[in-house]
């Protein structure tokens, strides 16, 4: 179905709704939602929350994406992003072809330092600088691992290597809507953990996989990988203990949302104090372990975004004000952060607030929040509430294609 730049997911709902013939309230049976929540959703006057999203999908039996609109092709096309889709597309097709011949890769130290750039340009949201440098750092380690003696040390460290290299084409596609590519590069991520032998690794990939599966409102599924990720951590023998903590930390994380979604405010407090308790046992705040950004600052993140998930808005507000981002803190969680307190402070209905945070959000994260439905849901609502958008604001709904 096609839909023009003027909907929203409310909107999509409303559309796949009426083709399924069923009325708001048969909507609301099937997806265990109250018949106000999808009619004020429907109408865009209230923010479509993962979880409703999630349920309505499910409900009517079409993808997340497909309700969120995603990928927004327009933007992408204004950005020249859409021509690096293709690209790394066929890099990833690359995986089982053997060594290029007309490749010859450096040592894997140099390409792991261009790894780590990659990643840390992921965290900081840099999307056209690395999508533009993926396709061919993928196809010099697909050929670096093919022509190194199996199992031999230099093996298992381009491996990793290009785990991680999987691991950036996955945020890379998810954060731009393109989630079949996303799942795809997370299948070679934990192909290549594996040849690696890092069961560090292969948590950190389940514990993104969860991050799919809790998209599309499977909390059951996602607590059962969260639960194999804990497993991984338990098999390390990694002589560094503060990876683990920092992998633990990460999934307790993952969990307190998944039970935020569900509504199980006693889980919540229970995973958010486990989270709390790694977290005191590192000390400090670790961004670049694993990449997991894991620590204090994170945990407080948590707290706020499982309040809101929560529908505790007073309490999300409340912790808010606790939470300092120090300098040097990725991006990508600034970014997110300040689009969930616009979503919240559009539900409380306070506009010049959710504002403010919204366009925080543009300063520190511009690609992110461009291309976040978050982002773009809580404008629309924004609009939506008011007889005539300030300037700024329809500013901004213009900069995200609405």
């Given amino acids: 179905m096609a839909h023009s730049s003027q909907e929203h997911t409310g909107a999509r709902i409303a559309d796949y709704r009426k083709l399924r013939q069923m009325s708001q309230t048969a909507l609301a049976r099937d997806a265990f939602l109250s018949r106000s929540t999808i009619a004020k959703v429907e109408a865009g006057l209230s923010p479509a929350s993962t979880a409703v999203v999630a349920a309505c999908a499910r409900a009517l039996q079409v993808d997340v994406a497909v309700l969120y609109g995603q990928p927004y092709i327009s933007e992408l096309r204004q950005d020249h992003l859409d021509r690096l889709i293709s690209p790394l597309s066929n890099a990833l097709d690359m995986y089982d072809l053997g060594p290029d011949p007309d490749i010859t890769p450096r040592p894997i130290s140099r390409i792991a330092d261009d790894v780590a750039v990659l990643c840390s340009g992921a965290c900081a949201t840099e999307y056209k600088n690395v999508g533009a440098r993926l396709p061919g750092l993928l196809g010099e380690l697909i050929t670096a691992v093919n022509v190194l003696p199996l199992g031999s040390a230099e093996y298992q460290s381009a491996s990793a290597t290009l785990s991680w290299c999987y691991w950036v084409s996955y945020e ?75 992998v633990t930390g990460t999934l307790h994380l993952a969990s307190a949302i998944a039970s935020a979604q569900a509504q199980n405010k006693e889980s919540v407090s229970g995973y958010m104090e486990l989270a709390n308790r790694a977290a005191d046992q590192i000390g400090r705040d670790v961004p670049h372990v694993y990449w997991t ?66 366009r925080r959000a543009r300063e520190i994260a511009p690609q992110q929040a461009r291309y976040h439905p978050l982002m773009r849901e809580t404008i629309g609502v924004l609009v939506r509430r008011q007889r005539r958008a300030s300037d700024s604001l329809s500013a901004m709904a213009a900069w995200v294609g609405m």
């Fill in 172 to 246: 890379f596609a998810y954060r731009l809507g393109y989630h079949h590519l996303a799942s795809i590069a997370l299948e070679r991520m934990g192909w290549m953990a594996e040849q690696a032998q890092d069961p560090l690794l292969l948590a950190v990939r389940l514990a993104k996989r969860s991050s799919i599966l809790l998209r599309r409102g499977d909390n059951h599924m996602a607590g059962r990988i969260i639960e194999r990720g804990h497993a991984l951590v338990e098999q390390s023998e990694s002589r560094r203990p503060v990876d683990a903590l920092a």
């Fill in 293 to 358: 950004s894991f620590g204090k600052t994170n945990v407080l993140h948590y707290e706020v975004a499982t309040r809101v998930e929560l529908g505790q808005l007073g309490g999300a507000v409340q912790e808010a004000r606790k939470l300092r981002f120090p300098v040097g803190h990725p991006k990508m969680r600034m970014g997110r952060y300040y689009m969930e307190m616009g979503r919240a402070y559009a539900q409380m209905g306070k506009a010049e607030a959710a504002q403010r945070a919204l």
